[in-house]
């Protein structure tokens, strides 16, 4: 008898073992799903991690597989492999990750469609021109059949004489009862084809590539010189100074070398760009791959990698980390700084950068981070000699970086000169005189929205969101009130429920109050806004990129969209409305964060002919960070967090494992909180924080608490796990807690 052990998709830490029926025996494979029976009735479309003879100790209860859905493994050992590591180091189930590497339950099943061909017998010239003049009193069926055999030259030799069942239908402006009748007298049939999504249509071949300048070659043969000696390499480049095209480059060495490469991106956003670049080079070898497009879409990648292991470079988000690599010889990191590579809900919850490292070390293959403003984490594992480090501190074309020009907004509403506008003159100048000039202007713009709150001026009322504790945002575009957490929204009140008074005001601004105030000083303007508001889709957010690229639309006002790598050639002017609003946050990383959003931003601006502007408005020109922003001056940031984080044993210097607690009941959850953190501390001591109030406490409908352990970088992540574990089930163990939802945050940002 053989056995299987399957991985089912749910939050579960352990394999499940199965029988396999002995029609199934010489089929299930390790890597290939199975249907099988969970519980009483459910049934699941599980993973094989194991195949065995080892019989239970309780062979009685040992389930069958219900049926097999792969003829072969859709997954590779290595993927297990690092799955595995997935779970260990990030203190989550092995369940969560096969949900989130292959999230559809029926899996990455290839397109089918439904095709019409000529029948066998009618392939002959005689059979046809018989068969059409028995066609003579069925009218709309002999115009079908001569359509047919018109589009698809099925009397030329060598014809396939085949096309799509609907894409016939439509050309012949026939009803599906016609031709049904054409099936019934077995002239044609109709059968299920496997199609696959268009790629680039462009075959690849070696053509010549950009020439790299004296600079950017440079920073070329020393990455290639790092990845002799070391796994990782970081490469700082100042933002538009080619870091792509030296990508593009080390891309073409690995393919020439017979080697994949995955180029990650931190948002979907950026791969429409990127594509357009890449896929001048690459042609059919580009392979793109994120969750907007379909599970069809994706399925043709995922199977494509699986089949064929040709050399091709993918382009993706962090879910391209699960995707079947058989020869992955290079993973580049674009943008290593951003928190978006950092998976929150759902479970796991991971690092794609940090993964990244360790996927390609399982390939035997290296690792290139790139950014102009590095995680402070990166660098200074670059400085300390565990990465190697390679800088590029030139623009392309010798092309000068934008001069910050700063805004006291405090003392301008002092002086009522900004009273009713978001705009100080300064930048408001600026604007105007690139617009004349047929340039284009960036206003930066880190909230969506109207307003970030509404207030009653008599008493103070302000709407919450029902579910979670945070004000609902004022979207004006559609009058309604909404929370950005959970998506509860109700209309804009015209009165206070609490007094009654109809004096309700808006706190803050958000891009659509930019938007409406950019309308009404530059009417005559084409104005575009980028958020998630207005980014839902791939096809939207491509559109308002493509119009600004092209010069349709002269302003564009966005959030943080706006910093990730995007490149326009026209910009001159780009506005930081708040500074103010990225420095003053409750979080160890605020600064740094604040200096990558500022920096990115500002780089956006300046062309080759001439450099930039930047109108950086904020009510602390005096800020050592404002100061920094404006000199470029990352290693003088570098330095003072660092001292502030040695101090006060942060990262990089110590892990950090955020423990979060979830309940219905606050005073249960407070309870639980505190004695778990009580056992904690009874082994680990004063590395244990809390439990701590964060500052959104409650989220759809749940009420949270965290525990924060400090735990030294050397420490091993496993007996750490160990310990956790044991302390939450004996906790869970408890009757009251039971109903309590626990998870861990490993190396938060």
Not at 227 to 248: D, H, M, P, R, W
Not at 684 to 690: I, S, T
Request: contains cysteine; glycine residues 6%.
């Amino acid at each position: 008898m053989r056995y299987a052990d399957v991985i089912l998709p749910l939050p579960l830490a352990n394999s499940y073992t199965y029988r396999i029926p002995d029609e199934l025996e010489s089929l299930v494979t390790p890597g290939c799903r199975v249907m099988v029976y969970f519980g009483k009735r459910r049934c699941y479309t599980a993973l094989v991690w194991e195949v065995h003879d080892r019989a239970p100790q309780a062979e009685q209860t040992v389930k069958e597989l219900y049926a097999l859905v792969d003829a072969s493994p859709v997954v590779r050992p290595i993927q297990l492999r690092f799955w595995q590591w997935i779970a260990s180091y990030y203190i989550c189930r092995l369940g969560d990750v096969y949900k989130a590497a292959i999230p559809s339950a029926q899996g990455f099943q290839p397109k089918r469609q439904l095709y019409v061909r000529l029948a066998g017998d009618y392939r002959q010239e005689e059979r046809l021109l018989a068969l059409l003049d028995g066609l003579k009193r069925a009218k709309k069926q002999e115009q079908l059949l001569l359509r047919f055999l018109d589009l698809t030259h099925a009397l030329e030799p060598g014809s396939v004489a085949e096309m799509p069942r609907k894409a016939l239908l439509e050309q012949c402006d026939a009803s599906a009862a016609v031709l049904e009748g054409l099936l019934r007298r077995g002239v044609l049939e109709v059968y299920e084809k496997e199609i696959e999504r268009p790629r680039v249509s462009k075959e690849w071949q070696e053509i010549a590539m950009k020439p790299l300048s004296e600079a950017q070659a440079q920073a070329f043969a020393e990455i290639q010189t790092v990845f002799q000696e070391k796994a990782v390499c970081l490469f700082q480049g100042v933002t538009s100074s080619g870091k792509t095209e030296i990508y593009a480059h080390l891309i073409a060495e690995e393919l020439r070398q017979g080697r994949q490469v995955l180029y990650l991106l931190p948002e979907i956003a950026l791969t429409t760009q990127i594509m357009e670049r890449l896929g001048h080079y690459f042609g059919d070898r580009l392979l793109v791959y994120h969750s907007k497009f379909s599970d069809t879409e994706r399925a043709e990648v995922w199977n494509r990698l699986l089949q064929q292991e040709e050399p091709v470079v993918v382009l993706g988000v962090r879910s391209s980390l699960f995707l079947p690599f058989s020869k992955l010889g290079l993973i580049i990191v674009d943008e290593e700084q951003e928190t978006s590579y950092n998976q929150q809900d759902p479970a796991p919850r991971y690092h794609a950068r940090n993964a990244a490292i360790v996927l390609a070390n399982m390939h035997g293959g290296k690792t290139l981070l790139g950014s102009a403003t590095p995680s402070i984490d990166s660098y200074f594992n670059a400085t300390t000699g565990k990465y190697g480090l390679v800088t590029l501190t030139t623009r392309y074309g010798d092309c000068r970086m934008p001069e910050i020009l700063t805004v006291n907004t405090r003392e301008l509403k002092r002086k009522k000169i900004m009273k009713d506008t978001l705009f100080s003159p300064l930048l408001v100048e600026k604007m105007q005189r690139a617009l004349t000039q047929g340039e284009q202007v960036i206003l930066f713009q880190n909230r969506r929205g109207f307003a970030p709150m509404v207030e009653c001026r008599q008493c103070g009322w302000v709407p919450h969101c029902v579910n979670c504790d945070v004000s609902l945002t004022y979207h004006k575009a559609y009058r309604t009130l909404t929370c950005h957490y959970c998506g509860y929204t109700i209309g804009f009140p015209t009165r206070c429920p609490d007094c009654d008074s109809e004096e309700l005001r808006l706190q803050g601004f958000g891009t659509e109050q930019v938007e409406e105030e950019v309308a009404r000083l530059f009417p005559a303007v084409k104005v575009d806004r980028l958020d998630l508001d207005t980014a839902r889709t791939r096809t939207a957010y491509e559109r308002i990129i493509t119009d600004f690229e092209r010069g349709k639309t002269q302003i564009l006002i966005g959030t943080q969209m706006l910093s990730k790598g995007l490149d326009f050639g026209r910009v001159s002017v780009v506005g930081i409305l708040s500074a103010d609003s990225l420095m003053n946050y409750p979080d160890f990383r605020a600064h740094e964060r604040a200096f990558q959003l500022m920096v990115q931003v500002s780089g956006r601006a300046g062309r080759r002919e001439q450099p930039g502007v930047v109108v950086l408005q904020t009510s602390q020109p005096d800020h050592p960070l404002i100061g920094m922003v404006q000199r470029f001056a990352y290693k003088e940031m570098v330095r003072m967090q660092l001292a502030e984080r040695s101090q006060f044993r942060y990262p990089p210097y110590y892990r950090l494992i955020v423990v979060v607690l979830r309940g219905k009941q606050e005073s249960v959850l407070q309870e639980m909180a505190r004695l778990y953190a009580d056992k904690l501390r009874s082994r680990l001591g004063d590395r244990v924080l809390g439990p701590v109030t964060p500052p959104i406490h409650r989220i759809q409908t749940l009420y949270l608490r965290q525990v924060v352990i400090k735990v030294e970088i050397a420490a091993g992540i496993t007996p750490l796990r160990t310990f956790l574990e044991e302390v939450q089930q004996s906790m869970q163990a408890e009757p009251a807690f039971r109903s309590l939802l626990l998870h861990y945050d490993v190396d938060p940002v």
